[in-house]
DNA sequence: ACATTAAAGTATCGAGTCGAAACTAAATCG
DNA sequence: CGATTTAGTTTCGACTCGATACTTTAATGT
């Protein structure tokens, strides 16, 4: 009847929520901002980041306008595909990102003892991934822990997507991206 | 530069919350009902929920009222100040939380193995220790590890709070209090 | 005692969030 | 090439939240 695990995962994120109605932003615009600094080129999009924020198009669509508005984002138009728009972090955009209110929680979790904080990644990572795979949705996981990542594919372009037969580097490599799949388990009969 | 756990809480946070529009009640009034069904006798008021949840008086007003006029809360008088409101679930309230949102997470918190939970909930409960220390919040923690808890006092009222001298039953005990401090530490120099 | 101050809670307003639905424009499908 | 799908925007209405002003009751100070 009580549920002490929940209730804290829903404090901490109240107290992050709190703080971040400091430098001028709001809630939504700190985690629209965060995204974009986080997502690779397949998923700088406001459609990729309604998926993740898993709200509606529109919603997000004005959040984005209010931060193209204040300078931190640009919309670059996108040479493949005419309706699609590419979000970009302007510099005055990661300057911001610079006195994100989050940083405080992250400082608390750096201050932890190392077995603290890697027990707890490990089971947040878990349970993340199981709270997405009831609802099937997209784990927007690291670029190089997925399924179609495949390392040093050819000199220049040192990993590939195999999935949409794309360059990586080493920094898209560590990005996230609404493709994003696990390595494959071993296939049961289920 | 990237903050994988703070992320991590932050959209399990967010997963909660997406859900939480559901059996007619929104996010805001589903914390109210939680909390609501947690506080103990000196923290089952507007003013205390306010301080747990980090809004503001009016808000939380509001969302009380909407949760009184569904029926799920009742504001009772208090016979010791005439000011106070003391809220108490009603039996619908009890029954509506039986379907929380909050409880798919829950849920996967228990399939869970159990190293990963007990670790995960003591890394969160330092967590939150930590963050609340810096900013001089109320933890908001169990009566019964509360520095001013007196287990057996007497008979009849087997346990006391000898902060605010008043007898204390074993279901008291496990209820979350406004004014609850951890046991002191043993004192250093600092 | 009695005026002052503090505290518990309410009411109102404005900026912002969010989902739903209608819409535009571009790409894809058949 | 026409029909459908997809990316994104706009508009609307219900709701959240902080700020502020307010009422009622309790505590405090002289």
Redesign the pocket.
């Known amino acids: 009847m009580v549920t002490p695990i929940s209730t804290l995962v829903e404090r901490l994120a109240r107290l992050v ?2 703080d971040s ?1 400091t430098g001028g ?5 700190w ?1 629209a901002l965060r995204y974009v600094e986080r997502a690779n080129r397949f998923s700088s ?6 998926v993740y ?14 931060l ?1 508005g204040k300078g931190l984002v640009r ?1 670059a138009p ?1 040479l ?8 970009e972090l302007t510099a005055k955009g990661r300057e911001t990102l610079k006195n994100d209110p989050i940083q405080e929680m992250q400082d608390c979790i750096d201050a932890l003892p190392a077995g603290d904080r890697n027990s707890m990644e490990t089971a947040l990572e878990n349970l993340l991934r199981d709270m997405l795979k009831n609802r099937l949705g997209r784990p927007f996981g690291i670029c190089r822990s997925c399924r179609y990542f495949r390392r040093d594919h050819e000199t220049g372009a040192p990993h590939l997507c195999s999935l949409l037969d794309e360059p990586l580097s080493n920094d898209d490599s560590n990005l996230i991206c609404i493709e994003q799949t696990e390595e494959a388990e071993h296939p049961d009969s289920s």
Chains 1, 2 share one sequence.
Do not use: F, M, W, Y
Not at 25 to 29: A, G, Y
Not at 45 to 50: D, E, F, K
Not at 53 to 66: A, E, F, Y
């Open positions: 929520q709190n109605h932003l709001l809630p939504s615009q985690e999009s406001p459609g990729a980041l309604a924020l898993g709200l509606t198009k529109g919603t997000v669509s004005q959040t984005i306008k209010v193209a919309k996108t493949a595909d005419r309706r699609a728009v590419k979000l």
